[in-house]
């Protein structure tokens, strides 16, 4: 049974940057073609693709968050990390990790969701 | 990358059918047949619900579908129950493995 959960700072500073940490278990991103993706959601909002990363450290971001998002994985401890630069109020949202494999174009299943406010 | 375009509500009495369009370009739903759709009730993470334009996992029920035709996929949920009433959410691979989502649609079971 493949489950993930989010971690991560619930109240951000303006300008601050965001590290939030996906814990998961039941896969390994050392097996060909597993990956690890993040969503946001700001409330009452629609779903935003982010970062995914895969496990030959191919990574992929968001065109319009390029910037200011790193994504990285901690192999060994079934970890993946996303870093989020320069943080804004509107950067306030519910940040979820989800389960993907190259070649299979969704993601399944997802963690339960971490809510970061940015506020000062 | 823009949001794909959803209607921002349907609705329908159990028993009945109801369709959620879910309209992107040539770059990303006319250009793939990698569309899924998400099922996210209030306060809870989404759900995989289609993948691949009309393929269902294993537990979601057959009343669920879904198909595509050109820039525009489709979500139907026939007979509709009461447990249906949730916000829906497409999904779009939309090239060197970055995706992009709908606008959302909340389903109402009247």
């Known amino acids: 049974q493949i489950t993930l959960k989010e971690s991560g700072p619930t109240l951000v500073k303006p300008t601050q940057t965001l590290t939030l940490t996906c814990t998961f278990s039941g896969f390994s991103l050392s097996t060909s073609g597993v990956g690890v993706g993040w969503i946001r959601q700001p409330p009452g909002k629609a779903l935003e693709w982010l970062a995914l990363i895969y496990w030959d450290d191919d990574k992929r971001y968001s065109p319009s968050l390029k910037s200011r998002l790193t994504i990285t994985k901690d192999t060994s401890k079934n970890q993946v990390v996303l870093t989020m630069t320069n943080m804004d109020p509107v950067d306030t949202a519910t940040y979820y990790c989800a389960h993907n494999v190259r070649y299979s174009n969704w993601f399944d299943p997802w963690g339960q969701g971490t809510l970061v406010t940015v506020s000062s | 990358q823009s949001a794909l375009t959803q209607p921002r509500s349907v609705s329908g009495s159990p028993g009945q059918s109801v369709t959620i369009s879910c309209t992107g370009t040539s770059s990303d739903v006319g250009g793939y047949n990698y569309v899924s759709w998400y099922q996210q009730h209030p306060g809870k993470a989404p759900k995989l619900m289609i993948y691949d334009v009309s393929k269902r996992p294993s537990g979601v029920p057959d009343r669920f579908s879904g198909s595509k035709s050109g820039n525009t996929a489709s979500l139907t949920i026939s007979g509709l129950q009461a447990e249906d009433e949730a916000d829906y959410y497409c999904?779009?691979?939309?090239?060197?493995?970055?995706?992009?989502f709908g606008t959302g649609t909340k389903v109402t079971v009247l």
């Open positions: 999904c779009s691979y939309a090239g060197s493995y970055s995706y992009v």
